[in-house]
């Protein structure tokens, strides 16, 4: 059984950065495609950026620019490096894993606050 563990998480200024990371066992990470996923109070689910098992990568128009997502098969670890945090960016950041996204194993999530 995969599982998936965020961390990272926490309370930011706006403008200010945070690199959240999951952490994957239970499976074989290299073959996953990976994703960040992500929901604020009172909306839905929405897709941050993903990154194939090749290294490909996919962002939200929202974010490009200013996140960048990166893996380490090495680790069994996957990175989200937010820059430039807007306060609407505040929500609670669900890491994602399997054969295509999104897949089908979804961490707890870890909760990202943007506020003065």
């Known amino acids: 059984q995969v599982q998936l563990v965020e961390s990272g998480g926490g309370l930011v200024q706006p403008g200010g950065s945070l690199r959240l990371s999951c952490a994957a066992s239970?499976?074989?990470?290299?073959?996953?495609?990976m994703g960040w996923y992500r929901q604020g109070p009172g909306k839905q689910r929405e897709l941050v950026a993903t990154?194939?098992?090749?290294?490909?990568?996919n962002y939200a128009d929202s974010v490009k620019g200013r996140f960048t997502i990166s893996r380490d098969n090495a680790k069994n670890t996957m990175y989200l490096q937010m820059n430039s945090l807007k306060p609407e960016e505040t929500a609670v950041y669900y890491c994602?894993?399997?054969?295509?996204?999104?897949?089908?194993?979804w961490g707890k999530g870890t909760l990202v606050t943007v506020s003065s």
């Open positions: 994602n894993a399997g054969l295509r996204p999104p897949g089908k194993y």
């Open positions: 239970g499976g074989i990470f290299i073959i996953y495609a």
């Open positions: 990154i194939s098992s090749g290294g490909r990568t």
